[in-house]
C-alpha cells in the first residue's frame, strides 16, 4: 500500500502491513520482558544499534513498536517513541534534549500538570519565558541566545486559546529552534503540525488517539525537519552510531524511555492501537456535536460566555479555520452570576462529572474548584479563569441527548 490512502484506510492497515504471525490483523500483545538469542552476536548488535530486535521490554517491545508506527504514520513524520502517559513523554523530550541554563519559550496558557512539571525544571536550572503564544510577537520578544525549544499546544485547555501556530513554525524554522507542538486537543487528525514546521508533536494517547477513556498514554514523533546534527546537546556515542536524521529521537529514546524508565504497557499500546482505528469517526461526530453545543450555549440567556473556537465570536477563530480540520471537542463556558456551578453540574444526567478530555461520553468539570485548583486564585486570574468555569470535553453521544440535557439543568 502506498502513503497515498487516506487518515483511515492508513490507521486500519498498519499493523496488518508490518506482518504480524499468521496474518493477524492486530498486532499482538507481546508480554516478554526479554528476548533470547541463539547468537550472542545477535544481541551484541542489537545493543550496538547495528540491527533492528528487541533486548528488553523497557526500552523497545513489539507492540509498542506497531502503535509507534502507526502514531508516526498519522502524523506523516519520520519516528515516535511512546511512553506510558504524555505528562511522560513530556518530560523526557525534554530533559533528554535540553540542560541547565538552555531557555525554553513556553506557551503561559499550558495543560496544568505541564506548567507544573516547567516549575520543576526551573527548579533544576532550566530558564523557561511563559508568554501569551496567540501573537508571535510575544515569542520573538522572549528570545534570547540561549534559547533552543519553543513548547506550546494547539487549543489551550481549558479556555481554547490557539496558538499562533504558523507563524511560530516560521521563526523556530529561521532560528533553528526546536519547535515542540503538544498536538494532544486536535490530534493528527484534525492537524499535522508537520505543516506548520513542528520539529516534535506531543500526543497524550489518553485523550483523543486512544479515545475511550480505558488506557493512558503519550507519545513524541519526529518530524523529521529539524536539524539534529548541529544540534550542541547530541551526545558523541550517538554521534557516532547514528544517522543525522535520527539523533533527536535516539537520544529521546535512549535518555528519556531507556533511562528514564516511563514504559507504555504492551496491554496499553494495544487498546490504544484499537482506538486509533476510529479516530477520524470520533472526531467528526465530536466536532459536530461541539459545534452545536457550542452555539446553544452561547444563546441561552443564563451563559455568560462559551469558549470554542469553532465560534465565530472566539478571537482564533480564522486560525483555527484556516490550520484545523474542525474545531475539536474542548469546550469551556462561563454561568450566569445567578447560578451556582455545582448546582448546575449536579443536575447534569447524561454528562459525566469527570476529569479526562477526549472521551467517547461528554465529561464536565469545574475548572477552579479542580483543576486549577493548586495554582490558587492569583494564578487563575491572570490566565483568565472565572471561578464559575466549567470545562466540556464533547462525546459521541447522540446530540439531542445532549441538547435535552444541558436545557433541563439550565432550567432554572
Ligand atoms: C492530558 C494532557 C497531557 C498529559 O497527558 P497524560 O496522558 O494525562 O499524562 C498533556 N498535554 C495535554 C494538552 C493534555 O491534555
Known sequence: MNNKKGFTTTTLHSDRLLQPEFGALHQPIHTAV?????????????????????????????????????????EEGRATVAFSTGMAAITATILSLLKKDDHIIASSYLFGNSRSIMQTFIEIGI??????????????????????????????????????????????SDQKLIYVVDNTMTSPYLFKAINVKASLVINSLTKYIGGHGNALGGSVTDTGLYDWDNFPNITSVLRDQIAPALLGITQIRKRGLRDGGATLSPEAAHSISVGAETLALRLERICSNALILARFLDEHTLVKKVNYPGLVSHPQHKIASDLFHGYGGLMSFELSDKIDCVTFLNRLKVVIKSSNLGDTRTLAIPVAKTIFHELGAERRKEMGIEDSLIRLSIGIEDIQDLLEDFTQALSF
Open 34 to 74: 526479554t528476548w533470547g538469542y541463539e547468537d550472542v552476536n545477535g544481541l551484541i548488535d542489537v545493543f550496538q544499534n547495528k540491527t533492528k530486535g528487541y533486548a528488553y521490554s523497557r526500552q523497545g517491545n513489539p507492540t509498542v513498536t506497531a502503535l509507534e508506527h502507526k502514531i508516526t504514520q498519522m
Open 127 to 172: 530558564e523557561i519565558s511563559f508568554v501569551d503564544a496567540t501573537n508571535i510577537e510575544n515569542i520573538k520578544n522572549a528570545y534570547k541566545p540561549n534559547t533552543r525549544m519553543v513548547f506550546v499546544e494547539t487549543i489551550a485547555n481549558p479556555a481554547t486559546q490557539v496558538a499562533h501556530l504558523d507563524k511560530i513554525g516560521d521563526y523556530c
